[in-house]
Nanobody
């Protein structure tokens, strides 16, 4: 198990930017893939972006491609999600997660989850 602590959520106007951070501890961080997911009330959780342990492989949901960027700093045991050109439909609770494998895009393979941070985009 890895412990994950998220920060950086908040309220922003449409077109603005936020950076989410996820600080990890508990196991060798660079050996495992990480991801960001989001969930609105009454809806299923969906993948936003994923990144391999070494940072060389990334995936983005089509709805955020070109606007969001996932990155990691293994020296700081931290994963980031830079969110630009935010839209009201990006309003959700965002969760970071860590997998037990070097890289995966499958939600069921993520075994550690943060508590979630609220992102609200006003129009």
């Amino acid at each position: 198990q890895v412990q994950l602590v998220e920060s950086g959520g908040g309220l922003v106007q449409a077109g603005g930017s936020l950076r989410l951070s996820c600080a990890a501890s508990g196991r060798t961080f660079s050996s495992y893939g990480s991801g960001w997911f989001r969930q609105a009330p009454g809806k299923e959780r969906e993948v936003v972006a994923t990144i391999s342990g070494g940072g060389g492989i990334t995936y983005y949901a089509p709805s955020v491609k070109g606007r969001f960027a996932i990155s990691r700093d293994n020296a700081k045991n931290t994963v980031y999600l830079q969110m630009n050109s935010l839209k009201p439909e990006d309003t959700d609770v965002y969760y970071c997660a860590a997998s037990s494998t070097p890289y995966t895009r499958t939600e069921s393979n993520y075994d550690s989850w943060g508590q979630g941070t609220q992102v609200t985009v006003s129009s």
